[in-house]
């Protein structure tokens, strides 16, 4: 047994005295396999989160919709989908443009922009009759706005007599329902009212610019003012003369003549005056609103019926703003108030 003890003794010896011998050997087995081991790891990681591949992008323009899809999913590539209309129905469900432009060069995982044909805004005539003709052409220049080929198009209008508001649409060609497929002229008979209605012409001397607003606002006469800076003896902002008599029967929106005797005076914050435009003459009375504006605040002052030609409108209004005119909601005129 102390045989056995002294040879491990002796062994153990042994190896400590080598492993002094060898110890730069040692370290350098140790360092050596650090390095290797960090390298390693080095080359994995890199591996691992390596970046996608590149691809080159297809060339979807002009294509359907599920052939460009498929197409981009083969390359690894992700739609982003805008939709829009456009003049021609053959359009429908094609791709417009695209960015990137086919032959791009990108990485896998990229999003490309698709613009996507909804078709046409349009695809049949709608039913206008019994519509007022500025509504319907309005809603078309709206429907159409930034078109270079609107598809429906609507013809300068007849007008005739007729029971109905002024304005309405009778009949139109082509009928409702009609196909597009390419673009369409409609033509229109519109009412011009009854032609036989006559309207009494109130006598309106004396009205000071508040009752002659309302008057006018609800009358169907359209009525010329001229304004002068009231002379002595004259109420100030009130009518002096008109040229029909009152009690008269004349037709509807015949043209009444009137005076009017304006402050010699202004007041500091509002204005009495005469707003006054030349128009074009319509074939039947429009229908025209006069607002004030001023710091950004609208007023809508007068609300009133006309058949255009020369325009003129009394008014009160805050001095320094603006008065506009519009018919339809597009203004016409423009004043400023000093």
């Given amino acids: ?4 003890s002294e040879k491990i003794k002796n062994n153990s010896l042994e190896i400590l005295s080598s492993l002094n011998n060898n110890k730069k050997t040692f370290l350098v087995v140790v360092i050596l396999a650090l390095v290797f081991m960090f390298t390693l790891c080095w080359i994995t990681f890199f591996a691992t989160v390596r970046g996608p591949e590149q691809v080159m992008v297809p060339n979807v323009e002009g294509k359907e919709l599920t052939t460009a899809l498929l197409e981009l999913q083969a390359k690894e590539l992700y739609p982003k989908i805008q939709l829009k209309y456009t003049d021609n129905p053959d359009d429908a469900g094609k791709i417009l443009n695209q960015n990137p432009e086919g032959g791009s060069i990108v990485k896998a995982g990229r999003r490309v922009n698709l613009t996507v044909s909804r078709g046409v805004i349009l695809d049949h005539v709608e039913n206008y009759i019994g519509q007022n003709y500025d509504d319907v052409k309005i809603n078309l220049q709206t429907m159409f706005t930034g078109s270079s080929r609107p598809l429906i198009v609507l013809a300068e209008p007849s007008y005739k007599s007729d029971q109905s508001e002024a304005g309405t649409i009778l009949a139109q060609d082509p009928p409702e329902g009609t196909i597009i497929s390419n673009p369409v002229t409609v033509k229109l008979i519109v009412s011009k009212g009854a032609e036989y209605e006559n309207t009494r012409v109130p006598a309106i001397v004396g009205f000071d610019f508040q009752k002659l607003i309302s008057t006018i606002s609800s009358s169907r ?3 010329d003012f001229t304004a002068h800076i009231a002379e002595n003896g004259e109420n100030e902002g009130t009518v ?3 040229e029909t008599a009152s009690g008269e029967y004349v037709p509807n929106y015949s043209r009444i003549s009137a005076e009017i005797a304006l402050p010699k005076k202004q007041s ?6 005469l707003f006054t435009a030349q128009l074009p003459e319509y074939p039947y009375a429009v229908e025209m609103t006069l607002e004030s504006s001023k710091n950004g605040v609208k007023q809508t002052l007068i609300t009133l019926r006309h058949k255009g030609g020369n325009v003129t409108i009394p008014y009160i ?8 005119l519009s018919i339809a909601g597009r203004s016409v005129a423009r004043q400023t108030v000093d």
């Fill in 1 to 4: 047994m102390s045989k056995l």
């Fill in 221 to 223: 006469l359209v009525f």
């Fill in 240 to 242: 002096t003369s008109q």
């Fill in 268 to 273: 500091d914050d509002e204005v009495m005056g």
């Fill in 317 to 324: 209004a805050e001095k320094d703003s603006e008065l506009i």
